[in-house]
């Protein structure tokens, strides 16, 4: 089965949606220490306010309506990202919508760790996984790179 190596030092994406970053922002101050041992993610206006909070530098993709959910999508599909922590609002519709949800599929399709609510987030946040290499399971899909079309 192939898998893919999450390393010990993940790379995490953070992102959350304007009526959410404030929740977001609580928990990563709330687990500064251990955010501190990762490198950090995120779309444009979280990527720089979680910075700004934990003081920790944060690579910053576009803003999410502009594109970054989309970037931080093909950076997982190219193995650039281990885990997204996206508090995402189930209240609200999003203008980009459409790359939320692509955002989603790419994180399943890839098999990385992805919490959308805070209590997954502290669960993932607190596995002792956290701090190993991680060898992640994914879908074989040499078949279906090589299927045969038109016949
Ligand atoms: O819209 C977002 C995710 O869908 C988040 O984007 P910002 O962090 O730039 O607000």
Redesign the pocket.
């Known amino acids: 089965m192939p898998t893919r190596t999450l390393g010990a030092r993940k790379r995490i994406a953070l992102?959350?949606?304007?009526n959410k970053?404030q929740e977001l922002i609580e928990w990563a101050l709330h687990n500064k220490t251990i955010l501190a041992k990762h490198r950090l993610y995120?779309?444009?206006?979280?990527?720089?306010?979680i910075e700004n909070a934990l003081d920790q530098s944060v690579n910053k993709?576009?803003?999410?309506?502009?594109g970054?959910?989309q970037q931080i999508g093909a950076a997982i599909a190219e193995g650039s990202l281990d885990m997204l922590i996206?508090f995402?609002d189930p209240m609200e519709a999003?203008p980009?919508d459409p790359?939320?949800k692509a955002?989603l599929r790419l994180a399943s399709v890839w098999n990385i760790p992805i919490a959308t609510t805070r209590s997954t987030a502290d669960f993932i946040l607190t596995s002792h996984l956290m701090n190993e290499d991680y060898d992640c399971i994914i879908v074989d899909f040499s078949s279906y790179i090589k299927r045969v079309i038109g016949h």
């Open positions: 992102v959350a949606h304007d970053k995120g779309t444009g206006t979280t990527g720089t306010m993709f576009l803003s999410g309506p502009l970054g959910d996206f995402w999003q980009h790359d939320i955002l």
